[in-house]
């Protein structure tokens, strides 16, 4: 609440860890605030290979995660370390398929996050 009386718009957590640690993380600042909960995390924990930071989750395996962060309280959902484009463009493909399975009414799929060739 202390965030909440400085002004904060919006909660959030972000980097140091895999997708998946953040689920209970969402739930318990969902719990703790009547603000918005962001969640920003890591493509996984990094290995290096050939002296370059690498992760070994894929896009769709980080976005397959979108259902349980949602159910956890998330309103926004992005990536830090070790992401990139295609992982902003899974998140928001596995977010209109939750989207959709949740609302009986089906409307036109979102727009390609695809850059044109």
Request: hydrophobic residues 45%.
């Amino acid at each position: 609440m202390e965030l909440v009386r400085a002004g904060a718009c919006v909660i959030d957590a972000n980097c140091g860890f895999g997708i998946e640690a953040y689920v209970p993380v969402c739930a318990a600042l969902a719990a703790a605030t009547d603000r918005p909960v962001w969640i920003k995390p890591n493509a996984g924990l990094p290995t290096i290979a050939d002296g370059r930071a690498v992760c070994a989750v894929t896009a769709e395996q980080f976005a397959s995660h979108v259902p349980a962060l949602i159910a956890a309280g998330a309103r926004f959902i992005g990536g830090c370390c070790g992401t990139t484009p295609v992982f902003v463009a899974a998140l928001h493909r596995h977010f209109a398929i939750h989207q959709r399975a949740q609302c009986p009414v089906r409307g036109p799929s979102p727009p390609s996050l695809e850059r044109p060739r």
